[in-house]
């Protein structure tokens, strides 16, 4: 078709997608794409069996079913001391990626320009370009990636609506302290913006650190649109569920587009997600738990060539390669990959222009031991 014209030009396919293929086609151990290769609690999946046995296999209520807002609701007051109302500012979404999606789609208008700090997940983007919105990138900075808050600062222009976060941080494992909320909220209030602040690993957060979320702040969530993923608490990342907590004017706007998006989430999912959120244990012992396989691998990794940087948090870690090959990323990705067996994912995906000094690779460490341990062993010895 000649008058085909695409609305997402420079879209190819996603990292995590080309990755997992390269792993399967090279036999490789697979640290690139984030997903556990453990299951999901077996109480959880027998409640999951047992809502299609006791008939929930209709659609649910278009912003999700009560028993499940109000599950979450119970859950965030637990976690942050603060209760959002079920009804009026909790929404069960598809996953984080529709919540974000529609979020994205439901506040930014043709022109509104918005803030994205990278290395960014890869789905703003695309969502922001759909919506006609004018991406706006601040690199984070130094060996470290430090968000500098000056910088961005100095990007808000009168076009601005939107700034979007990711704390903890795919890919760079990365939590953000007390200064970074102070200056994100400060330009957040001072220029009247709206924030999206994706927080799906709220619950991998390590070394004693606290999850310092959006929805404690009552004056910045006023503003803020919260993401969260069950893919991620609870080990299922194929069940693709999650929700999106915003202030009741926002959430209108937010299930305006969620309606005509999704209009409803899989409903036997969300009865057993209420019933096993029931007991607080069900999300309480992650952070030690992903702490014990990060500390693994990195002890297991003590030898190797490559360099492990610090993890505050996420499943996910950064690999420094520099004393193996001087390649870019996605290279040495792909050639680790091929000649030495473990898949792992570069970093450039993340920006729309990577830097080209970067020699970090992402590894996922959501993953049995014995898994890690090969994995590791393999990156021990194989001659690069
Ligand atoms: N945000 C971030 C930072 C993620 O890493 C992911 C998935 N790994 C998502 C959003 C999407 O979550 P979901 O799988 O629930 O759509
Ligand atoms: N979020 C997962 C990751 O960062 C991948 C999800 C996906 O494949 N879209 O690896």
Redesign the pocket.
Known sequence: MSNLSSKLPDAGT?I??VMSALAQQHNAINLA??FPNFEPPQRLKDLVGQAIQDGYNQYAPMPGLPMLREAIANKIQLTYGVRPDPGSEVTVTAGATQALFCAIQAVVHPGDEVILLEPAYDCYLPAVLLAGGVPISVPLKGPEFTVDWDEVRAKVTSCTRLIITNNPH?PLGKVFRAPDMAALKDIVLQHDLLLLSDEVYEHLVFDGLPHLSVMADAELFARSMVTFSFGKTFHATGWKTGYVVAPPNLTVEYRKVHQFNVFSVHTPSQVALARFMEDPASWSDLNDFYQAKRDHLTRELAGSPFHVLPCEGTYFGLLDYSGMSDEDDITFARNYTERCGVAL?PISPFYRTPPTENRTVRV?FAKTEDVLSDAARQMRTAVY
Do not use: D, E, L, Y
Request: charged share 0%.
């Open positions: 996603s995590f997608a794409q984030g795919n994912i996922c």
